[in-house]
Each structure stands twice: as structure tokens, then as C-alpha cells.
């Protein structure tokens, strides 16, 4: 079965910094893979997605995200962080109809 | 464009009551999905909806939870009774297939269950 794993519950970085947050996953194919964003009180938004080709996708808001599946990893970056991007970031995998999605990242920017 | 609206946001409750949540998704998606996010997790998959029909429904637990779609559109979960350990935001989402798999899910902004 496919599930998703982020391996920081929380990260702190200071604005300008650059960010990547990491996400492994486990799947029997090659998989369909998310990174959805959810600012305090809303609902989750997509940031980025990679099916197939480039394995460098670009997202909005400035952000990337590789697909490695020698490391069954898909990471998520960005050069400099902005004091809006503080959020929680969700990994999620999933095919037609049946996306799993990791516990997330509480991500906190300091001024 | 209208995004997916979801009623009430916050919900409190005593214990054994019955309660419910609503949900309008995006015009035209007629694929309707009902999430339960717990605090510090990601959202699970309770039930999802093609049209009318739920298509999957084995995560949702039948004994105290229910959901409809009627006509395809709008969605209402309820759950009676309500135990202590219900209280999560349960997301509402939507999708649209028409244009092929895109994998993009529109979340609503949550209802937030606090039962006590």
C-alpha cells in the first residue's frame, strides 16, 4: 500500500533562507506525487505536482520540488522563504482516487 | 470562481449529540470527497462520492457516521452520537475528471468538530 512519510514535524528558518522539506514515500509504481500547502484556518492548496517527465517540477509561489526515485523521495524547496510561507505543507501520493497524505510539516518563519 | 464552501466552521458539542456538517463543492466537480484531519496529521479519506453513488466508503465509520450526496451536488455528513474522540476538522473537498486525471484536489477551509 502506498503511504507517505515527512520526516520533520517542525522547521524553523529565517526569512531569506532557503527551505526544503523533505518526503519520502513508498509506492509499487511510479507514483503520482503532491505537495499542498495550509495556511492557519484554511483549506490545504496545491503547490506543485510530478506524474511523469522532468523530474524538477515547478510549482507556485516560488516553489520546486524533485522527484528522486532512486531515494523514493520528493522534497520540496525554495530559495527564499518569505514570512507568508509560514504554513503546514502536506506530501501526498496518489493514484485515481486514492491519495494518501504525510502527517506534515509545520513550517515557521522568524522575522 | 466560487471555491468549495463548507458550513459551520466551528462546531462545539456535548458528547452523544448528534451533529452535522455541509458542504457545497466547486460547479461542475462531480467528484465529492470527505476528509478527517486530526490534530498534527494529514487528512484521511473518509468517504468519497462519483455523482451520487459513494464509491468509497471504507474508512468511514458506519456506526455513528453518514453522508449524503443527493442530486450529485451538495454533500452532509453527520455523525450521532458524537464521542470525545470525534473532535478533528473534517475537510471537504472536490475534484473534476472530466479533462483526465489531474490529481488537484480543492479543499474547503474545514469544519472544526469540538465535542466535549
Known amino acids: 500500500a502506498q503511504s507517505v512519510t515527512q520526516p520533520d514535524i517542525h522547521i524553523t528558518v529565517s526569512e531569506g533562507a532557503s527551505l526544503e522539506l523533505r518526503c519520502n514515500y513508498s509506492?509499487?509504481?511510479?507514483?503520482?506525487l503532491f505537495w499542498y500547502v495550509q495556511s492557519p484556518g484554511q483549506g490545504l492548496q496545491l503547490l506543485l505536482k510530478?506524474?511523469?517527465?522532468?523530474?524538477l517540477v515547478q510549482g507556485i509561489k516560488g516553489f520546486e520540488a524533485e522527484f528522486k526515485r532512486s531515494q523514493s523521495s520528493f522534497n520540496l524547496r525554495k530559495p527564499s522563504v518569505h514570512w507568508s510561507d509560514a504554513a503546514e505543507y502536506f506530501c501526498?501520493?496518489?493514484?485515481?482516487?486514492?491519495?494518501?497524505f504525510g502527517a506534515g510539516t509545520r513550517l515557521t518563519v522568524k522575522p | 470562481e466560487a471555491g468549495v464552501v463548507q458550513s459551520p466552521r466551528y462546531k462545539i458539542i456535548e458528547k452523544k449529540q448528534p451533529v452535522a456538517f455541509w458542504c457545497n463543492p466547486i460547479?461542475?466537480?462531480?467528484?465529492l470527497y470527505w476528509y478527517l484531519q486530526n490534530l498534527g496529521q494529514g487528512p484521511e479519506l473518509l468517504i468519497r462520492?462519483?455523482?451520487?453513488?459513494?464509491?468509497?466508503d471504507s474508512q468511514l465509520p458506519k456506526d455513528r457516521f453518514s453522508a449524503e450526496r443527493l442530486k450529485g451536488v451538495d454533500s452532509t455528513l453527520k455523525i450521532q452520537p458524537a464521542e470525545l474522540g470525534d473532535s478533528a476538522v473534517y475537510l471537504c473537498?472536490?475534484?473534476?475528471?472530466?479533462?483526465?486525471?489531474?490529481?488537484?484536489?480543492?479543499f474547503g477551509e474545514g469544519s472544526r468538530l469540538t465535542v466535549l
Open positions: 473537498a472536490s475534484s473534476s475528471h472530466s479533462g483526465g486525471y489531474t490529481g488537484e484536489l480543492f
Open positions: 509506492y509499487g509504481a511510479t507514483p503520482y
Open positions: 510530478y506524474f511523469s517527465g522532468d523530474t
Open positions: 460547479s461542475g466537480h462531480n467528484t
Open positions: 501526498a501520493v496518489g493514484e485515481p482516487n486514492d491519495m494518501r
Open positions: 462520492y462519483e455523482n451520487e453513488e459513494a464509491v468509497d
